[in-house]
């Protein structure tokens, strides 16, 4: 959930050439240390993801190279990590999305037969829900973001003469219910990433132009029957370029807080874009050329 945290810092993670899972974090303000830690030796074959449970922990999921979806936490106080756990059920492709609210950890992916499915782990009772599917046809993996009482959930699946469609649906915690799928229109060459901004509604989305190689970003403002983009604001790139479908919003924060944007360059290093309030913004270099591989995840949390 989006909030001013001051001190807070922007937690971030990637797969490396090694296949492994690697985390920095990073003062918002402060120039980047370029200091990163590999997480485990497990090795994964997608990009990770994870997300904050607001009790000093950060949740991080991925498709490991077995095949299996394995998740675990990471302690953000101590820097300790837990451990892998696998969560059977469901055979996933490319990389799971999470998200966390009311004492519960969700978690979405693409199946094998181009589904969408969903599971939910009780902390408190530790105890998975069991999957459940909720859409097909897609084209690429999903992106999920909360608002405290629904998720948000975005899917990219191919349309009429072979062009990509972004749709969404409202998942209700609590119930399980979800609404119809909607469609609303990008020219983003995979799932734009998603970020609640804190005002009802409304959506930060950002993503990768295919023949630009910059990353640009909107608001959307969502409902249960409607969606609408204010329009999409072309926030560049570092010098080599970003790779197709690396960039990611990871925050939003208006008035006086943060805007985050992680991105993989062409030359395999990690950036990231902020800006302070509304208005600036800069992108900084935050490894050596030829570490990672894939897209990053992020989240901004208490320090």
């Not at 609590?174 to 983003?188: D, E, I, K, L, Y």
């Not at 995979?190 to 609640?196: L, R």
């Not at 790779?243 to 062409?266: E, P, S």
């Amino acid at each position: 959930t989006p909030a001013n945290v001051a001190g807070g810092q922007l937690t971030l993670l990637s797969r490396g050439t090694n296949g492994r899972y690697w985390l920095t974090r990073v003062s918002p303000g402060s120039p980047p240390s370029g200091s990163w830690a590999q997480l485990d030796a497990l090795a994964f074959t997608g990009a990770p993801t994870a997300t904050d449970d607001g009790a000093g922990g950060l949740w991080i999921a991925g498709i490991g190279s077995d095949g299996a979806l394995h998740y675990g936490r990471y302690a953000l106080a101590g820097g300790a990590f837990g451990g892998w756990t696998t969560l059977s059920g469901a055979t996933c492709l490319g990389a799971p999305a999470l998200a966390f609210t009311q004492a519960t950890l969700f978690v979405t992916c693409r199946t094998t037969g181009n589904g969408i499915a969903i599971n939910a782990l009780n902390i408190a009772a530790n105890h998975w829900g069991g999957w459940a599917w909720i859409g097909g046809g897609l084209a690429s993996s999903p992106t999920m973001t909360t608002d405290g009482a629904t998720l948000l959930i975005l899917a990219q699946a191919p349309q009429y003469r072979g062009d990509q469609s972004d749709w969404y649906t409202f998942y209700t915690v609590g119930t399980g219910a979800t609404s119809q799928w909607r469609n609303f229109r990008t020219t983003c060459a995979d799932t734009p990433g998603i970020a609640w901004t804190g005002v009802t509604a409304q959506f930060a989305v950002t993503c990768v132009a295919a023949d630009t190689h910059t990353a640009w970003l909107n608001t959307l403002t969502a409902t249960t029957t409607s969606s609408s983009l204010s329009g999409w604001a072309n926030v560049g790139a570092p010098s080599p370029g970003l790779q197709l479908g690396a960039g990611v919003v990871v925050d939003r924060l208006d008035g006086a807080g943060y805007t985050f944007i992680t991105g993989l360059g062409r030359d395999n290093a990690a950036y990231l874009w902020q800006r302070t309030g509304g208005a600036g913004g800069a992108w900084a270099r935050l490894s050596l050329a030829g570490i990672f591989t894939g897209s990053f995840a992020a989240a901004y949390t208490n320090p």
